[in-house]
């Protein structure tokens, strides 16, 4: 998998986990100098994208770690 957004730069990208589930995790750069991260989950018949971001710098490894927790996937 690999996220073809537009206007920003990806600076890094790792394997994580979204909702128990393997997932990709992209950071990267705006035109503008913003900072985000986005998870990609792909499942049976759908992709989701979670991103948080904003600012001059990556949000806190806590308030990461807690968006990031927060996605739950009902069966």
């Known amino acids: 998998m ?3 957004a537009g206007a920003w730069k ?3 990208q ?3 986990v979204l909702a128990g589930k393997p997932c990709l995790e992209i950071e990267g750069e705006t ?3 913003k900072h985000m991260v986005t998870r990609m989950l792909h499942t049976k018949d759908r992709v989701y994208l979670l991103t948080v971001g904003g600012g001059d710098s990556l949000p806190a490894t806590h308030v990461l770690k807690r ?3 927060s996605f739950r996937l009902e069966a």
């Open 31 to 33: 035109a503008n100098g």
């Open 10 to 12: 990806v600076k890094n």
């Open 2 to 4: 690999s996220l073809g």
């Open 14 to 16: 790792r394997s994580a």
């Open 67 to 69: 968006f990031f927790s």
